[in-house]
């Protein structure tokens, strides 16, 4: 649900762009922000660097651009959580991969569509709220957790996905890193896995507000009523091993491994990549693409 809680900060040096964005999010009745500037969305985002959900950050400004500004906030203890949505006329590959390998996993190109403005901040603030609520439910768990070297859980609903992401985040090392990353592998098992929900099915459902709805009516259904995803646990001294399978038919997972210029326009698509570049050392798809095995090295990660 949004709401004036929920802070975006807009950052273009063009008047024209601003005010059109800032027209837009308003009547979604977020908390809105402007830096038309570099150097003025930096001191903002150190000053309250806990205030935002999301930046709407121009890719090119005269002084410091977007891709600096994005790279002093993956720098930063704090703001590196924060989802950049990077605006930008520069649609070439090589370009939209430098954001990507900065940490731009959200785009937006001019001119702006506003269905299209709408439908990607949303996902990206959304994201950051669930990232904080999962992080909360985490470090409010009993540390008597750490004991556990060996486990195994079984979960259907989008609920138990986000109890046990926050559960097992907090016997790792760097819990809020893990956290998002664990949760969107479950997720994925669920809805694409168990489910069948399809990319293109979830694109329209994120549109019209109803993917938690669908993903409820169709755990229901007799079909699915006693379909279950499995997570087994284990840590010994070099890593921390989750083992996650969902009883679908499995899906071409190859794609989703990287961020690809082709869906960093869309909606959703990005978790996968997320999880394998920010949250785990590696993630390895098995078989049909109905297993995954996401490892955390404790110490050094091997040769």
């Known amino acids: 649900m949004k709401g004036p809680d929920q802070a975006i900060l807009v ?178 098992a669920v809805e694409h896995g168990n489910l069948g929900i399809t990319y293109e099915e979830k694109s329209l459902l994120l549109q019209d507000n109803l993917w938690r709805d669908e993903v409820n009516r169709r755990i229901m259904l007799p079909e699915n009523c006693s379909k279950k995803v499995v997570v087994q646990y284990e840590r010994s001294i070099k890593e921390i091993c989750f083992l996650i399978e969902d009883q679908g038919e499995g899906f071409n997972w190859k794609p989703f491994l990287k961020f690809s210029p082709e869906r960093v326009f869309d909606s959703h698509g990005r978790g996968i990549a997320m999880a394998g570049n920010y949250s785990f050392d590696r993630i390895e798809y098995m078989g049909k693409g109905n297993k995954v095995l996401a490892v955390i090295y404790n110490n050094t990660k091997p040769e």
């Open 11 to 188: 950052v273009d040096d063009e008047l024209l762009n601003v005010k059109l964005m800032v027209q837009i999010l308003q009547k979604e009745e977020y908390k809105i922000s402007i830096a038309m500037n570099g150097e003025d969305a930096w001191d903002l985002l150190q000053k309250s660097p806990h205030d935002f959900d999301a930046v709407l950050l121009d890719r090119m400004m005269p002084g410091i651009d977007g891709l600096e500004v994005l790279n002093r906030m993956k720098a930063h203890e704090h703001l590196k959580t924060i989802p950049v949505i990077f605006q930008t006329a520069m649609a070439g590959e090589d370009e939209i991969l430098q954001g990507i390998q900065a940490g731009a996993f959200y785009y937006l190109t001019k001119p702006y569509r506003r269905e299209k403005l709408l439908a990607v901040v949303k996902t990206a603030v959304s994201d950051h709220v669930q990232y904080k609520s999962l992080l909360e439910d985490a470090n409010q768990t009993v540390d008597a957790l750490n004991l556990l070297t060996r486990g195994c859980f079984e979960l259907r609903s989008i609920d138990e996905v986000d109890n046990l992401a926050a559960l097992l985040a907090k016997i790792c090392p760097e819990p809020d890193k893990v956290v998002l990353g664990l949760w969107e592998l479950l997720i994925n």
